[in-house]
């Protein structure tokens, strides 16, 4: 692929887009209001964390559309970029975890940019949450 298919504008912009999607929760699978609400308010905090993470990658201009290419290996591939638009493929639920496929891509490519600067992953870690400033996006993306 050349570079032209990997404009770090284009990635981002499609990612905000996919994690911008409706869930498409479908009632019928829950048993009951509050199982239906938990899994709907852990959807909207993914949400929440993939708009934080990317928001970082986006910003952070070392980070290049070839470094955010090379980090949808992460959620073991299921989300790639061809070039021009993303593909997916579904795991087992497709609403509880579009997001979090984008929240691992967004993690990857922060965890190496900060790691060509540090060494070891304690120190990688504590260097991605300085620039986050988010304890909990932090535990829950950053391994």
């Known amino acids: 692929m050349n570079t032209a298919q990997h404009s770090k504008p284009a990635i981002i912009a499609a990612l905000r887009e996919w994690i911008a999607q409706r869930p498409g929760l479908q009632w019928r699978n829950y048993g009951s209001s509050k199982a239906y609400s938990s899994e709907y308010r852990a959807i909207l905090r993914d949400r929440r964390d993939a708009e934080t993470l990317l928001a ?32 997916y493929v579904t795991g087992q639920y497709w609403p ?48």
Do not use: M
């Open 56 to 87: 970082a990658v986006a910003t952070i201009a070392d980070i290049t559309g070839d470094d955010l290419a090379a980090s949808f290996r992460a959620f073991s591939g299921r989300l790639s970029w061809n070039g021009e638009r993303l593909e």
């Open 96 to 143: 509880t975890e579009y997001r979090k496929a984008v929240c691992a891509v967004a993690s990857q490519a922060l965890w190496t940019h900060f790691g060509k600067e540090h060494k070891t992953g304690p120190e990688i870690r504590r260097a991605i949450a300085g620039y986050l400033r988010s304890r909990g996006v932090v535990n829950r993306w950053v391994n």
